[in-house]
């Protein structure tokens, strides 16, 4: 049974809990996230939104960048793909949403994605390996060949518009996106989510790019663990900012 939600004006066609759960809290989750797309994004800019699952932030910017701009929303999970076309057409946003179901990786070529968990608005599924973003490894609901492509192929190419900013969720295959995108990452805004393992090579790599590190924010749940629990910032996943 689909439930439609409408939050901050965008309608989301929902058909599980997860999804319900996600446009509810378009707002909230992630509030630096929000605040970085709506300060960076203008009319007629394009934008890669990596790990769309069932479009948020895709939604979110499509509305900034109006029907001369582009966002094109990487979501290679099956049910987030269809969810995001669900939100897509529900806002009549296919004149500026393009959705890219390849996974990305830093070369191209065939690889197994191996999915997490199979419903609708879901997270954690890996390109390549079963190892969950903190380490510990979890058992595929199910596997899929696919034929992982690279930022960097996808624009020099001329399949995609150069963007003007890109953010990257993949829960734990973020650098190897980073490294098969270096020429294109190296000449606009960025912002990525990091787990403290992967920290300093993400630093490091953005530094040699010639990327400043601008700032990074806390999700929601994140934000509470420090202000109620006194949770240590540098030990949680955090969106680190790049220009």
Partial sequence: ?????????????????LEVSRA????????????WL??????????????ANIGT???YAAR????EGRVYAFEPHPANATALARNIIANNFQDRVQIVTAPLHS?????????ADSRSGSTG????????????????????ICEAVTLDYLVESG????????????????????????????????????????????????????????????TMSNTKRVQEQGANADYLIQNFIFG
């Fill in 159 to 218: 399949l995609l518009r150069w963007p003007k900013a890109v953010k990257i969720d993949v829960d734990g295959n973020e650098l190897a996106i980073l490294h098969g995108g270096k020429r294109l990452l190296a000449t606009c805004a960025v912002s990525v989510e990091s787990h403290p393992k992967d920290r300093k090579r993400l630093l490091d790599f953005m530094k040699a790019l010639g990327q400043d590190h601008l700032s990074c924010n806390l």
């Fill in 38 to 51: 709506t300060e960076t994004l203008k009319e007629g800019d394009v934008f890669f939104d990596v790990g």
């Fill in 1 to 17: 049974m689909t439930r439609e939600i409408v939050e901050n004006g965008l309608t989301f066609s929902c058909i599980s809990d």
């Fill in 107 to 115: 070369n191209c070529g065939t690889r197994e994605f191996l999915w």
């Fill in 125 to 144: 599924s890996q390109l390549g390996h079963c190892n969950t973003e903190a380490g510990p490894v979890f058992n595929p609901e199910l596997t899929q």
């Fill in 57 to 59: 932030f895709t939604l």
């Fill in 64 to 67: 900034i960048v109006g029907p």
């Fill in 24 to 35: 509810q809290t378009l707002l909230e989750k992630e509030p630096g996230t929000i605040a």
